[in-house]
């Protein structure tokens, strides 16, 4: 069965205190793992999709980096405005798309 | 109008009531997915539809009720409806489903808060 789990379910950063988030997935066969950010009340906004382990893809203070049993997404001098829930879902060659539960990321001033 | 549009987007009713929610994706695309997401809880996947077909039905109870007439328009009719079906109901489209290498970015809309009495 295929699994996603995110850690940690929260975080609270300083403004301009990096950090990482974590995105762990059992998959038959990983076809893509997407990155999205929800904010409160609002439909997930995508970011990033990796296919291979290896590979990172990048977006203002956001990296996204992938291994063969895990993600990170990486969050460099965050800012109020990154404050959101981080979701990471995976699809499989079965075309099987599974979400996790999310980070919950808040940033003080 | 760009991207994925629902409406309407906050809707409380009775357990009696009938009522339908509306998807609408301007992308282009062929797949389309309604998920329900919960607090504190992952999102779930509803169903599926590719090329207008249902392809996927996560065992959803039978008082939801989907429809596609085409590629750009999607329905979740909702009757008898229990409190316990409150929730932010999301809807997503995407280029295909399985297609080649890549994955398929889902991409979604606002979402329908649902408050059930």
């Known amino acids: 069965e295929d699994q996603v789990t995110q850690s940690p379910e929260a975080l609270r950063l300083q403004e301009g205190e990096s950090s990482s988030l974590n995105c762990s997935y059992t998959?038959?066969?990983?076809?893509?793992l997407f990155w999205y950010r929800q904010d409160p009340g609002k439909g997930p906004e995508f970011l990033f999709t990796?296919?291979?382990a290896g590979e990172e893809k990048e977006k203002e203070r956001l990296k996204a980096t992938l291994t063969k049993k895990e993600s990170f997404l990486h969050i460099t001098a965050p800012k109020p405005e990154d404050s959101a829930t981080y979701l990471c879902a995976v699809e499989s060659y079965g075309q099987n798309f599974v979400f996790g539960p999310g980070t919950r990321l808040s940033v003080l001033p | 109008e760009t991207g994925v549009t629902q409406t309407p987007r906050h809707l409380v009713m009775g357990m009696t009531n009938k009522k339908s929610l509306k998807c609408e994706q301007h992308l282009g695309h062929n797949a389309m997915y309604w998920y329900k997401q919960s607090a504190k809880k992952p999102l779930e996947l509803m169903f599926v539809y590719s090329l207008e077909e249902r392809v996927e039905n996560n065992s959803v109870p039978s008082r939801f009720s989907p429809e596609c007439p085409n590629s750009s328009h999607l329905f979740l009719h909702l009757h008898t409806l229990q409190p316990e079906d409150s929730a932010l109901y999301l809807c997503?489209?995407?280029?295909?489903?399985?297609?080649?290498?890549?994955?398929?970015?889902?991409?979604f809309g606002p979402g329908t808060r649902l408050t059930v009495l």
């Open positions: 998959v038959s066969g990983l076809r893509g």
């Open positions: 990796l296919y291979s």
């Open positions: 997503a489209s995407s280029q295909g489903r399985g297609l080649g290498r890549s994955g398929n970015e889902q991409f």
